[in-house]
Each structure stands twice: as structure tokens, then as C-alpha cells.
DNA sequence: TAATTAAGTTAGATTAATCTAACAAATAAA
DNA sequence: TTTATTTGTTAGATTAATCTAACTTAATTA
């Protein structure tokens, strides 16, 4: 089935949001709509056109979720996404900020040979630069047990493994933190105020970073 | 200026039918529409809206032609296809005739970076996998004075250089004559009957091929 | 539980790209 | 030079994706 470029990004946006809450794998009309930045009427067209083809549950004034076959589309969407952003920052020298905006567009290139020859190109990564693992051509996609920075103790040590927020301030903040995937991050301190940490970065002198950081950050020990 | 996913294709359409014809740089409506497969009344109405972006020149029952504007847009798409149809046959391999389809979506990626980046990564190329010379970032292109095999005399030899029909038919044609760039071709006979070609490929056993065929290589001495 | 607020839907309009059918202009032929 | 043919245009409709404004349902709270 053919899937519309503004179809591809519903699911996707559907995908990304329902991946995210653990216990409620589906999202509402508004959230949707402002996710993808669009009013919420026009979401609601979408889910009905959607729903139509098979690719979400939905039954009107209720949530929205994926059906097999919709998170299929999607897995296949984020796989494109990431082996176009490793592309771009492994062979194109893009960097971390860079990649997402045009990984964005060529995600919807529509040739399994050309994913497929990509991938073999790259030498069948598992991540992508932001750490995300990137799913396989059957759909397959390691379950990330993901820490954050914000579950350390005090004195504790990790490597950055992954950004959960890949926003263009954030990861332009982390470059100019001189954070990196495999960077080293140690705990010195919670500050009990305002729930900000003394961290160094790379052994670095110590400096604080807000909750909101220290939750955006995938890291493993 | 932002032009859509469809002005672009009116645009290069435009430039691939004047380009051809070396004495009347301009296209007719029906044959417009043949070439984008559209009616021409989608064409006329396309023809206004690109006459008021003043990408084109156009009056009521006249012909249509690229203002400078024009020409300079459809030459940066022609840059992306070609860089993108080089990438795909150097880098992932493609065949020949599989490189223009996928080039077709790829060349609408919207990002300047992304192109000079890929052409640095391809080395600066000049020419794509078909022979035709790639537009430099300022819209510079080599004018390309170009000798078909039908122009070769009897007893001559030449060099594959391009090719004039990037049909997959005849790519695939080629393929199975075992003709790519830069191929070795000498004429033995005319066969003045209908005008066919009695030639030798990488001078193998002598073969004989139509007008139109010898109508489609571009070759030099 | 009744009232208020938040969330979601419907109806009607808009824009881009397309179509068909009917019409008009330009060109070619008799 | 009048007619026939080709070429091109206009008008009106359609589809996909979007909007605004008005309305409905669900959830919250007093």
C-alpha cells in the first residue's frame, strides 16, 4: 500500500509519541496535532483516512494507536530516518544538530534497494549518531533498556550512550558541553534545591546541569 | 524562492525539451503534458502560475520558454539528479538503468548543504554514470558538443561518451551489448537499405544495429 | 451532581494539482 | 480563402491536506 508523505509522518509522529509513555501506547487528537503542528481538526481527518487503510485503532472523542500493520510503516519510516542520518554524519560529515532536518525529507525516498544498498553501504549499523538503534528491513529493533543521566547516584560514572531529546538547542548545547556519544559523565553532586547535579564531563572541572538535561540524556555505566 | 515538488518537474521538463532542440528553446503546451504525463489543461494552468513567479516565459496560445531565473532553477535540479544518479552507481552500486528513477525523488531533497557535501564526497565528478556533464553549484555546466554514432564514417572508431535516451529499455539494451562509457565501437558497414550499422563492439564479431540505436550513443573520436 | 473547562469533532472554506468537456485560436489543407 | 485539423484555453469538478468557527463530548472541580 502506498502511504502519502504527510500519512508517513502521522504514523511516525504516532509511533515516536506512543514509544515514549511506557504504560499508554496511544495519544490524543491534541497532542498529535501539536506534535506534527497541525490544528487538531486536521488530525482528525487524518486518523478516520488512517483508520480506513488499517493502520491505527480509533473510535471517535477516543485515543489513537497503532495496529500491526501501522507500526510496521513506522519501524520501517525511523529505519530510513536513521541510516540517512548515520549517511549523513559517518559520509557526509554533517553534524549532530545537522542531521535530523534533512533526514527528515529523505526518509520518504521510496526504494527498498536503495535502503537496503544504504545499509550495506554503512556497514549494517546498529545506531544511528544520536544512539537510537536502527531498525532492521523485517521491522526488528533491539528493546533499548535505556538509563538516564538522572538515575546515577552521587559518585557514580557513565558513558553518554544516546539523546533523548534530539531538539537542534539540545544537541547544539551538548557540542558546545563537548558532549558526545561515549563521552564520560561523573555525578558529584545532586543538589537537593532545585534537583540539578555537579557533574564533570570527560573528568573535567565540575559544572551544573539542569534536571531537564539530566533527564534528556540516555548514558549506561 | 520556494518552489514545489511539481513547478520543479514543469522546470526541468522544460529544460530537458529545449535543451534537445537547438534552434527553437522553447515547448508547446500538448507537448509539455506528453512529457509530465498530464493533460494540457493542468499544463496551461502551471504555465501561468510559473509566468507569475517569473520563472518562465509564456503568453495565451504562444510557446513557452525558461527565463534566466528558470533556467538557473532547473539547472540546480538537473545538478542534484546527476549527483544523486553518481552516487548511486559509484557508491551503492546500481546498474545503470535502475540510477534515474530513485535520482527522481532524490533530486527534491531541499538542503544546498546536502549537495555540496555529496559532491565533495563523490570527488567533484564531472560527469554522471550516463555521461551527461553536472552542473557546477553556480549553474555553470560544459557545453557538451557531442557526436552520435551515426555521424562515424565506414572504417571509424569511437568511444561511448554518453547516452542521448536514458530510457531503461535501452539502458538495459546496452547492457546486454555489453556497452557502457567508454566502450569501443568501430563501424564496418552501412547498410544503405535502412540505414542500419554494421559494427563491432570492443572488437568482437561484427552486429548490426537500427539508425535509432546509432541515433542514441553519443561517442567521440 | 451541576457547572466549568478541556478535548475532540463537524461543517464549510481554501489551496495545489489534477481531471473532463466544451470552446477558441492558430495552422494546414483543399 | 474557406474549411478542417491541430493546438491550446476556460470552466467546473475532484482529491488531499489544511484552516477557522461553531458545536459536542468527556473530564474536572467546586
Given at each position: 500500500?502506498?502511504?502519502?508523505?504527510?500519512?508517513?509522518?502521522?504514523?511516525?509522529?504516532?509511533?515516536?509519541i506512543c514509544s515514549q509513555c511506557e504504560g499508554k501506547p496511544e495519544a490524543g487528537?491534541?497532542?498529535?496535532?501539536?506534535?506534527?503542528?497541525?490544528?487538531?481538526?486536521t488530525a482528525t481527518d487524518m486518523f478516520k483516512k488512517l483508520k480506513e487503510k488499517g493502520l491505527v485503532d480509533y473510535e471517535r472523542y477516543g485515543k489513537i494507536s497503532l495496529t500491526e500493520i501501522g507500526k510496521n510503516n513506522a519501524l520501517i519510516i525511523l529505519r530510513k530516518h536513521r541510516l540517512?542520518?548515520?549517511?549523513l554524519y559517518q559520509k557526509l560529515d554533517f553534524s549532530w544538530d545537522e542531521v535530523h532536518e534533512v533526514a527528515e525529507q529523505l526518509e520518504h525516498i521510496q526504494s527498498?534497494?536503495?535502503?537496503?544498498?544504504?545499509?550495506?553501504?554503512?556497514?549494517?549499523?546498529?545506531?544511528?549518531p544520536h544512539g537510537d538503534p536502527i531498525p532492521k528491513a523485517n521491522g526488528d529493533m533491539p528493546p533499548?533498556?535505556?538509563?538516564?543521566?538522572?538515575?546515577?547516584?552521587?559518585?557514580?560514572?557513565?558513558?553518554?550512550?544516546?539523546?533523548?531529546?534530539t531538539s537542534v538547542v539540545f544537541l547544539q548545547y551538548l557540542k558546545r558541553l563537548g558532549i558526545s556519544i561515549g563521552t564520560k559523565i561523573t555525578v558529584i553532586e545532586k543538589v537537593s534545591f532545585d534537583g540539578s547535579l555537579q557533574v564533570s564531563i570527560d573528568d573535567q572541572e565540575a559544572r551544573n546541569v539542569s534536571v531537564k538535561?539530566?533527564?534528556?540524556?540516555?548514558?549506561?555505566k
Amino acid at each position: 500500500m502506498m502511504l502519502s508523505y504527510t500519512e508517513e509522518n502521522y504514523l511516525k509522529a504516532l509511533f515516536k509519541i506512543c514509544s515514549q509513555c511506557e504504560g499508554k501506547p496511544e495519544a490524543g487528537t491534541n497532542e498529535m496535532a501539536a506534535y506534527l503542528g497541525v490544528k487538531p481538526a486536521t488530525a482528525t481527518d487524518m486518523f478516520k483516512k488512517l483508520k480506513e487503510k488499517g493502520l491505527v485503532d480509533y473510535e471517535r472523542y477516543g485515543k489513537i494507536s497503532l495496529t500491526e500493520i501501522g507500526k510496521n510503516n513506522a519501524l520501517i519510516i525511523l529505519r530510513k530516518h536513521r541510516l540517512w542520518e548515520t549517511f549523513l554524519y559517518q559520509k557526509l560529515d554533517f553534524s549532530w544538530d545537522e542531521v535530523h532536518e534533512v533526514a527528515e525529507q529523505l526518509e520518504h525516498i521510496q526504494s527498498e534497494k536503495l535502503v537496503s544498498k544504504l545499509e550495506d553501504f554503512l556497514g549494517y549499523p546498529e545506531f544511528d549518531p544520536h544512539g537510537d538503534p536502527i531498525p532492521k528491513a523485517n521491522g526488528d529493533m533491539p528493546p533499548t533498556v535505556k538509563m538516564i543521566l538522572s538515575d546515577l547516584k552521587i559518585g557514580e560514572s557513565c558513558r553518554v550512550v544516546a539523546v533523548k531529546d534530539t531538539s537542534v538547542v539540545f544537541l547544539q548545547y551538548l557540542k558546545r558541553l563537548g558532549i558526545s556519544i561515549g563521552t564520560k559523565i561523573t555525578v558529584i553532586e545532586k543538589v537537593s534545591f532545585d534537583g540539578s547535579l555537579q557533574v564533570s564531563i570527560d573528568d573535567q572541572e565540575a559544572r551544573n546541569v539542569s534536571v531537564k538535561f539530566a533527564d534528556s540524556l540516555f548514558v549506561a555505566k
